[in-house]
């Protein structure tokens, strides 16, 4: 009986490994497009030319981004460069202990932190390669132009939607859950009385 239960917690441990193992390999992945993709935008957008993808809403130009997320804090230099590659380093290991302590069910908490995980190392490798971050992705709509972002910038948002609807809604699924085993249970020592 021992051998089968210790059996069993082994098997556990290789399946949660594995399934992690699984969403970092895709958090490589998607690392890897953002990389691939700035290294394009550099050969090919860097000298003025763009791409229009959709007319009047999608376009490909190049820009240098020394500041955070859509071009903010921009002023920061060498100083700005370092503070931002170090926060970045901090937030990648809160990220990667959070995913660590995740429980295997709880996937979107798996991929919302291996989405954040792939945007943050992006960014990150060009802030401390080059001194900036390489966005090409340039979304307007009328005289409403979006900031430039790059691959990395949209799966940091993906993920952090994915983190922030977990945080709200499995919340409040839990607090009804709660809620509605405290009126069972008082409901049956009525019962009882």
């Not at 082994?10 to 993709?37: E, H, P």
């Not at 130009?61 to 901090?90: C, D, K, M, S, T």
Request: charged share 20%; with cysteine; proline share 2%.
């Amino acid at each position: 009986m021992n051998a089968e239960v210790k059996d069993s917690s082994v098997s556990n441990a290789r399946t949660r490994f594995g399934w992690r193992a699984g969403y970092l390999l895709a958090s490589f992945g998607i690392y890897m497009v953002d990389q691939t993709t700035k290294a394009w935008a550099v050969r090919t957008l860097r000298h003025g030319d763009e791409v229009t993808v959709i007319r009047n809403f999608f376009d490909l130009i190049y820009n240098e981004n020394p500041g955070i997320a859509f071009g903010q804090l921009q002023e920061g230099g060498n100083v700005g460069r370092w503070f931002f590659a170090g926060l970045a380093l901090v937030a990648a290991i809160a990220i990667i202990g959070y995913f660590l302590k995740t429980p295997r069910n709880d996937d979107r908490i798996l991929g919302g932190c291996a989405l954040v995980l792939a945007g943050i190392l992006g960014n990150l490798t060009d802030r401390v390669r080059l001194g900036y971050v390489v966005d090409f992705i340039a979304l307007h709509a009328g005289q409403y132009h979006w900031p430039t972002f790059n691959i990395a910038d949209a799966s940091i948002c993906v993920g952090a939607l994915l983190l922030a609807y977990d945080l709200v809604f499995e919340n409040r699924k839990k607090t009804e859950i709660r809620s509605q085993s405290s009126e069972v249970r008082s409901q049956k020592s009525e019962i009882r009385s």
